[in-house]
């Protein structure tokens, strides 16, 4: 373990390196769960016309109280999406997605798997911030499926990491707690795209007891990444 990776492993609460070991929690890999269908009219979008139809998009009521949308930002070949939940206050200021003290613990935790946040391609699961942060509504996140799935295909990804209950829920349609879904490899269907779910690190930030879990989480991905092509 170099110097780095023990600084980003103590800023998500970790004191000791194991990548090298199998992480703790059983793995298993869950039967496929179903995933929102990709709107055939935003399926042959090229990555502009796919952010531009985002910047003016009306769907939902979601529009009205939004600075800006947030596409999504990163690396549009990577191996890695990290899918979030939607926009916050400082996202829709600044038009980027986990940004502030959450996006800065999530970098730690990326780096400590050795990824630095350019190397992946991190999007939400809604592109507008819900008023006052609330969870997003079921027709909000229906409507904005077909821009995330537009995006799944484009980078088609060795993994996706799902941050927090609600884009774990909405990603893998289902409403288990999301205790019940960490630990276990998903599958996408329509895209044989295995995902791990963690915690959120706004969550994390609340309640660090739970970094634990969530560098747990976080070795479940990377050795189901290296177990891929
Ligand atoms: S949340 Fe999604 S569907 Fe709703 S207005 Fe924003 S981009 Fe459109």
């Known amino acids: 373990m170099d110097l780095r990776q023990q600084y980003y492993l103590q800023t998500i609460g970790i004191q000791r390196w ?9 793995t298993e890999i ?20 796919l952010q531009q139809q ?52 999530l970098n730690n935790m990326l780096k400590a798997i050795g990824l630095e946040r350019e190397q992946v391609y991190i999007a939400n699961i809604l592109k507008c911030r819900p008023p006052n942060n609330r969870d997003p509504q079921p027709e909000e996140a229906r409507q ?4 995330l799935a537009r995006q799944i295909e484009l980078i088609a990804p060795k993994i996706i990491l799902a941050i927090g209950r609600i884009a774990a829920q909405k990603l893998l349609d289902t409403d288990q707690a999301i205790g019940r879904l960490r ?27 739970e970094k634990r879990k969530a560098w747990q989480d976080l070795l479940l991905a990377y050795h189901t990444r290296n177990m891929q092509n």
Do not use: M
């Open 18 to 26: 194991v990548l090298r070991q199998q992480p703790e929690s059983e």
């Open 144 to 147: 904005c499926s077909a821009y």
């Open 183 to 209: 630990g276990v490899v998903h599958q996408l269907p329509e895209y044989n795209i295995p995902v791990v779910v963690t915690y959120h690190p706004a969550y994390l930030l609340r309640k660090p007891s």
């Open 54 to 105: 985002v910047a003016g998009c009306t769907a939902c009521a979601l529009h009205a109280s939004r600075k800006q949308t947030v596409f999504g930002a990163g690396n549009k070949t990577a191996d890695w999406l990290i899918i979030g939940e939607a926009p916050g206050a400082e996202e829709d200021a600044q038009g980027e997605p986990f940004v502030g003290r959450a996006g800065k613990l």
């Open 30 to 49: 869950e039967s496929p769960l179903p995933v929102t269908t990709p709107v055939s009219s935003y399926a042959s979008l090229d990555w502009d016309t």
